[in-house]
Every structure is written in structure tokens, then in C-alpha cells.
């Protein structure tokens, strides 16, 4: 089971902003433990969309944006366009889990 | 340009072991940790487990204890995951994913490999 939260599903039209948050707690998001964000198209392998809480790896477009702040993180999509339709997760380190590394529960966007 | 490339996908019975083999190319592979990811049909990301391809290393997700072992093999750049006492519900896409920054044992994921399709059933 995740101990990282996020919603099933979020939508808007294009080029709307829409935003997913990542709920964790004192042993991993709060406790200082750095958030970053996978993006997985359908049938293909995640990809590395932001690091480091707010970094993108090259080659990652600037409409994806990603925040800290307590025990949340959240993942920013601007100017929404109908190929960011995927699933994404948020991913961390939980102290309490004996070195584990920790998913979120993923959220799927649609492009309506 | 750094790549993961896995095995093929496997069909199991109940009780049987799998080996899942991880080929990486495109960098020094004893710098960078290797971890183990899997996705059961529709469902979210689980972390299996982490391999230091230095040393040979290993920490598992309490999960898995007692039934994963991760191994490597250096002179061909590989990793391994070994998964026994299968049962269905090990039914998954297994992935390996490279840690992304040398050395460093708490990082991100990137890249990952295609993912090998392991089937449980009798």
C-alpha cells in the first residue's frame, strides 16, 4: 500500500493548468526527503518528469512544474496539450519503511 | 546514450522462481545504484529493492525479503532480480530503473528499462 496520497484522476481542456498533489507525512515528505515525479504514457516504461522537488531533467518541457511544502508536493501542468494524457507518480523516501522507497498512488490526467 | 535494455516476458506456474535480467550500456556501470520496480495490471508503482553494482550490495523492500535476490554481474554490465515462491498475485511488469546521480544511494529514478511482463499462472 502507498504511504504517499494522490488523486485518482484529474482533468481540464487544453491548454488549461491543472495540478496533482502528492499528501505524505513526518517520515517521508516532511521529514525532509526530497519528492520527485514520474510521468508513464499508456503501455510504455515511467520517465523521469521533475527531480529534486522542483528541478526538470533536460528536454522536459517548462509547462511541468513541481513544489514542496510540509508533508506535500505538488506537480504543475500549464498550458495542458493533449499528449500530457498519462498517468503520474510521485515518489520519495519514507524513514519508517527500512530504506524503502516510497510511490505515490498515481493520478491520471485526461485532456478533455 | 545510457540504456536499460531487459529480458523477455515469462510465464510462471505457482511456486516456480523467475530471473529477470537488466543490461545497461552507455555508462560506468559500478557507479550508479540500480533499483527494481514493479507494476501489477492496472495498478501503481511498487519499489522492490536496490543493488550497489560496486560492491554487490543489496536492501530490500520488507515485502520481498525472503523471496527477492538482486545480483549483478559486472563483466557484462548486468544486474539480475530473482523472484521465487511465485503466485499470482506476482503477476507484473517488472522494471529496473538506475539511480540518477553517481553514488548516491537516495536519488531519483532515471532511466528505466522497457519492463519484462512476468506471469503467474497455472
Known amino acids: 500500500q502507498s504511504v504517499l496520497t494522490q488523486p485518482p484522476s484529474v482533468s481540464g481542456a487544453p491548454g488549461q493548468r491543472v495540478t496533482i498533489s502528492c499528501t505524505g507525512s513526518?517520515?517521508?515528505?516532511?521529514?525532509?526527503?526530497?519528492v520527485h515525479w514520474y510521468q508513464q504514457l499508456p503501455g510504455t516504461a515511467p520517465k523521469l518528469l521533475i527531480y529534486g522537488n522542483s528541478n526538470r531533467p533536460s528536454g522536459v518541457p517548462d509547462r511541468f512544474s513541481g513544489s514542496k511544502s510540509g508533508t506535500s508536493a505538488s506537480l504543475a501542468i500549464t498550458g495542458l496539450q493533449a499528449e500530457d494524457e498519462a498517468d503520474y507518480y510521485c515518489q520519495s523516501y519514507d524513514s519508517s519503511l527500512s530504506g524503502s522507497r516510497v510511490f505515490g498512488t498515481g493520478t491520471k490526467v485526461t485532456v478533455l | 546514450q545510457v540504456q536499460l535494455v531487459q529480458s523477455g516476458a515469462e510465464v510462471k506456474k505457482p511456486g516456480a522462481s523467475v530471473k529477470v535480467s537488466c543490461k545497461a550500456s552507455?555508462?560506468?556501470?559500478?557507479?550508479?545504484?540500480m533499483h527494481w520496480v514493479r507494476q501489477a495490471p492496472g495498478q501503481g508503482l511498487e519499489w522492490m529493492g536496490i543493488i550497489n553494482p560496486s560492491g554487490g550490495s543489496t536492501s530490500y523492500a520488507q515485502k520481498f525479503q525472503g523471496r527477492v535476490t538482486m545480483t549483478r554481474d559486472t563483466s557484462t554490465s548486468t544486474v539480475y532480480m530473482e523472484l521465487s515462491s511465485l503466485r499470482s498475485e506476482d503477476t507484473a511488469v517488472y522494471y529496473c530503473a538506475r539511480g540518477g546521480v553517481p553514488a548516491a544511494i537516495l536519488s531519483w529514478f532515471d532511466p528505466w528499462g522497457q519492463g519484462t511482463l512476468v506471469t503467474v499462472s497455472s
Open positions: 552507455g555508462y560506468t556501470f559500478t557507479s550508479y545504484y
Open positions: 513526518s517520515s517521508n515528505i516532511g521529514a525532509g526527503y526530497d
